[in-house]
């Protein structure tokens, strides 16, 4: 009897022992925390987990990471809620991150919809992305919600190559003292005219 | 002066002047005017060679000039496709963004 599952016992043997030695077969799936999605054009791509070793003022730390490299795309970990509690507010969504080898961009992003596939307002902070090699530092983008939204969605996001911990995540309103950072409703028009006596210069 | 010298002393004049008269062509055919043809000559053909390369010069250099001018115009337009360049990737992640459900 022992000697038929001879072979079998030496298998599970086997697997036990590469198990050990290469922790990394199972440390290359991603463990997404709860009420959060990995989406984006290549979410495969990357790699999500909660940080084993460390954690940030006793928070825990969402770790963001590519598999490979090129990657043309980006993946993000997202969360969509209702706009029930937000309508006609301001809002500030922020996270400390700190990154490493940042190719192309890393950010977070806030998004607010009327309806399906109707977004009516957007940061996805494009004009100022986290590149490169950064220590903690406290990001954050600020949206209208308008009586229109149905819902808002937020997320972190990384575009081609990088690694990103992120912690400390909030969604809070904000005052309206507070500048909101809308990509799709920037009003680029001065708030007071200009150079009425002529004398700022010329275009040219 | 005894008659034998000046008699000697002829003799040898009348034979210089035949000398000299036989001497006198041949000299000429050296002519230095022929050298001086020559030199012009030359003269004239290294500038002919003087001109073709100062033409040769001012060819390349202009050749340069609108070369310098082509690659100023390549750079901004190289420019201007990387503006637009980083105006359609921001519309894509923009995009991107907005298609995620």
Redesign the interface.
Known sequence: MLSTNKPILLGLALSCIVGIINPTVAADESVIPTGWEMKGSRPNDYLVMIDPQQKRDGKPILIMQSKTSPIDGFGTVMQKISTEKYLGKRLRFSADVKSENVVDAAGIWMRVDAGSGNTIALDNMEKRPIKGNNDWKNYSVVLDVSPRGTQVCIGILTHSTGKIWVSNLKLEEVGKDVPVTDILNKDENPTAPVNLDFTQGTNK | MSAETRSCFLFYLLLFSILLNSVTPSLAQIDPDNKSTRAKDLRAEYMDREKSILDAIQSVLKRRDDLERRITELYAERNKCDAATTKLK?EL??V???L??
């Open positions: 921001d992640r923009r991107q963004i907005q995620l459900e």
